[in-house]
């Protein structure tokens, strides 16, 4: 098993910055890739952004990129989302995802249980 933790959520003004961590534990030796996943009230989760554990490359939803960094820290096993000029619509609880097999649609193995992003207009 791997365990999730996110943390750095929060309220934000619209055009401000947040950074989200995820603190991986567990089986991380059984982790090939990571991952952001949103999601809004009243709508479906999403994917927004990933990363391989060992190589480093990157993924993003094409509407973020511009605007949302992923990295990671092996040593530390951790995972960050630097998330910049945030707006109302990116409002969602923000979701850490893990797993032994890649699949940023639907998502892997190993979720945490998310931490809130909250950009009032």
């Known amino acids: 098993q791997v365990q999730l933790v996110e943390s750095g959520g929060g309220v934000v003004q619209a055009g401000g910055s947040l950074r989200l961590s995820c603190a991986v534990s567990g089986r991380t030796f059984s982790v090939v890739a990571m991952a952001w996943f949103r999601q809004a009230p009243g709508k479906e989760r999403e994917f927004v952004a990933g990363?391989?554990?060992?190589?480093?490359?990157?993924y993003y939803a094409d509407s973020l990129k511009d605007r949302f960094t992923i990295s990671r820290d092996n040593h530390k096993n951790m995972v960050y989302l630097q998330m910049n000029s945030l707006k109302p619509e990116d409002t969602a609880v923000y979701y850490c995802?893990?797993?032994?097999?890649?699949?940023?649609?639907?998502?892997?193995?190993?979720w945490g249980k998310g931490t809130l992003v909250a950009v009032p207009s």
């Open positions: 995802n893990s797993g032994p097999r890649v699949d940023y649609k639907n998502g892997m193995d190993y």
């Open positions: 990363i391989s554990w060992g190589g480093g490359r990157t």
